[in-house]
């Protein structure tokens, strides 16, 4: 089984089953330039088949670069489709459901509709950490390794019940502002809304809700049908106005470094430093190119973070985990 991976949050989703880019059941043949799942010996060896049109010099240059682009109608990302045929893929797994994170699936099914030899396109969309489990299972259904990837679900799933063993549903919940951009900024959605709700916080710029045909399952326990929309742009006097308690600044792709960088930049806002967060040196710069962002197993990880974090339960929180906390103006 001869596999390429067009998306990052996929290649860690199947090396976490496989356990190796060279498995012999099924092997990595090619990936995005964005795969860099670490751990994983060999994968520096798999060719790259995407680039990126755009280049990251600050989050306000970027969110111009990327409008501009997607104004034109098309692809923010080259794909090397020659390369792509003479590697003779089984599978191609690519997405649909973010034009701005990787290469899109209409880009990728007019490649394959050229090929001699067609694979199986599997197109990953979750918006929800069930629907990244269930993608999960996809996975390993197409690769012919679903039980492996039920184990692995299985393990994922105990992990995140056993963190939330240390969320107090008694206590007040804080007031968390996730900010998935910063110029403009953009709080998060999708899963991470779900992800700060269960980890006993509330996230008011975009929270979750329940579908209206959750009926009497609506309440808490229905907890797994409530699901939040896309990222969205939000004013900084939005923000201000929710006077948060906890602040997560985790842009989208971005390195720590580059987090870092882009936190200070908001720093220097007047409205910012006046954030009851802030004052309390309770904001976390996280690396958004790792965590949070990518549809994947590391989710669990930014869960037991948050869980950690938010409930003062530092030995929840995973050893290395990619972040900085933003000591109090006071301190």
């Given at each position: 089984m001869r596999v390429v991976s067009l998306l990052p949050s996929a290649t860690e989703c199947l090396l976490t089953i496989t356990g190796s880019p060279a498995n012999p059941r099924a092997q990595l043949v090619g990936r995005s330039h964005e795969c860099d799942y670490p751990g994983s010996p060999g994968l520096e060896a798999v060719p790259i088949l995407t680039a990126a049109k755009t280049k990251f010099e600050s989050s306000a240059q970027i969110n111009q670069a990327v409008s501009a682009q997607l104004a034109t109608g098309e692809s923010l990302y080259t794909l090397d489709v020659e390369r792509l045929a003479e590697l003779r893929p089984d599978v191609i797994i690519t997405q649909d459901l973010c034009k701005v994170c990787s290469i899109d699936l209409n880009t990728v099914r007019g490649v394959v509709a050229k090929m001699s030899r067609r694979p199986l396109v599997v197109s990953l969309n979750p918006t929800t950490i069930e629907a990244v489990f269930d993608d999960m299972l996809a996975i390993?259904?197409?690769?012919?390794?679903?039980?492996?990837?039920?184990?692995?679900?299985?393990?994922?799933?105990?992990?995140?019940?056993?963190?939330?063993?240390?969320?107090?549903?008694?206590?007040?919940?804080?007031?968390?502002?996730?900010?998935?951009?910063?110029?403009?900024?953009?709080?998060?959605?999708?899963?991470?809304?779900?992800?700060?709700?269960?980890?006993?916080?509330?996230?008011?710029?975009?929270?979750?809700?329940?579908?209206?045909s959750a009926g009497a399952a609506a309440g808490p326990i229905g907890q797994t049908l409530r699901a939040a929309g896309p990222s969205i742009r939000v004013p900084a006097e939005v923000v201000a106005a929710i006077r948060p308690e906890f602040v997560v600044v985790c842009p989208c792709g971005l390195s720590l470094e580059d987090a870092w960088r882009e936190t200070r930049l908001l720093a220097e806002k007047p409205w910012w430093r006046e954030l009851p967060a802030v004052r309390a040196g309770r904001v976390a710069v996280v690396d958004g190119n790792q965590m949070f962002n990518r549809p994947g197993p590391r989710l669990v990880d930014a869960f037991e973070w948050l869980v950690g974090w938010l409930n003062d339960r530092p030995e929840v929180m995973p050893e290395g985990f990619p972040w900085r906390q933003i000591d109090s103006p006071r301190s």
């Amino acid at each position: 089984m001869r596999v390429v991976s067009l998306l990052p949050s996929a290649t860690e989703c199947l090396l976490t089953i496989t356990g190796s880019p060279a498995n012999p059941r099924a092997q990595l043949v090619g990936r995005s330039h964005e795969c860099d799942y670490p751990g994983s010996p060999g994968l520096e060896a798999v060719p790259i088949l995407t680039a990126a049109k755009t280049k990251f010099e600050s989050s306000a240059q970027i969110n111009q670069a990327v409008s501009a682009q997607l104004a034109t109608g098309e692809s923010l990302y080259t794909l090397d489709v020659e390369r792509l045929a003479e590697l003779r893929p089984d599978v191609i797994i690519t997405q649909d459901l973010c034009k701005v994170c990787s290469i899109d699936l209409n880009t990728v099914r007019g490649v394959v509709a050229k090929m001699s030899r067609r694979p199986l396109v599997v197109s990953l969309n979750p918006t929800t950490i069930e629907a990244v489990f269930d993608d999960m299972l996809a996975i390993g259904r197409a690769i012919g390794m679903e039980p492996q990837a039920a184990a692995v679900v299985g393990g994922l799933r105990e992990r995140m019940y056993r963190a939330e063993e240390f969320v107090t549903p008694f206590a007040a919940a804080p007031t968390v502002a996730f900010l998935e951009w910063t110029d403009p900024i953009f709080a998060g959605g999708h899963w991470t809304p779900q992800l700060i709700e269960r980890a006993g916080g509330l996230h008011p710029l975009n929270p979750t809700a329940a579908p209206q045909s959750a009926g009497a399952a609506a309440g808490p326990i229905g907890q797994t049908l409530r699901a939040a929309g896309p990222s969205i742009r939000v004013p900084a006097e939005v923000v201000a106005a929710i006077r948060p308690e906890f602040v997560v600044v985790c842009p989208c792709g971005l390195s720590l470094e580059d987090a870092w960088r882009e936190t200070r930049l908001l720093a220097e806002k007047p409205w910012w430093r006046e954030l009851p967060a802030v004052r309390a040196g309770r904001v976390a710069v996280v690396d958004g190119n790792q965590m949070f962002n990518r549809p994947g197993p590391r989710l669990v990880d930014a869960f037991e973070w948050l869980v950690g974090w938010l409930n003062d339960r530092p030995e929840v929180m995973p050893e290395g985990f990619p972040w900085r906390q933003i000591d109090s103006p006071r301190s």
